[in-house]
């Protein structure tokens, strides 16, 4: 219940910071850092013990879009532009992962 809830106010802070960063907010990387690492520690501790090989490989595919959050969030502090790049493959995997969980 607490990763839920984790999960959606880090969700929330990512979209958020993500917009403020436009307008060069001196702590929207800061915003984005605590979203990002919130994300990526749900991702890496919500594990698949069963034994269904696809979604084992769907958790793993989550848990490397985490970290590729984390790792915009570091170029977000250097002020580079390859945060959007990481941002965008990492909820493109995010995205691919939530239309096949529901089907298996």
């Keep these: 219940m607490i990763k839920k809830y984790l999960f959606e106010v ?9 917009i403020l960063y436009i307008t060069k907010w001196e ?18 501790t919500n594990r698949y013990e069963g034994t269904n090989l ?13 970290m590729l959050m984390v790792l915009s969030s570091y170029f977000m502090f250097k002020h580079q532009g ?14 691919y992962a939530s239309f ?5």
């Design 10 to 18: 880090s969700a929330v802070l990512v979209l958020i910071s993500s």
């Design 54 to 66: 696809r979604k084992k490989r769907l958790h793993r595919i989550l848990g490397f879009a985490g």
């Design 100 to 104: 096949v969980m529901p089907k298996e």
């Design 27 to 44: 702590w929207a990387p800061y915003m984005y850092a605590v979203g990002t690492a919130g994300i990526a520690v749900h991702h890496l």
């Design 82 to 95: 390859e945060w959007i790049v990481t941002l965008l493959i990492s909820a493109c995997l995010h995205l």
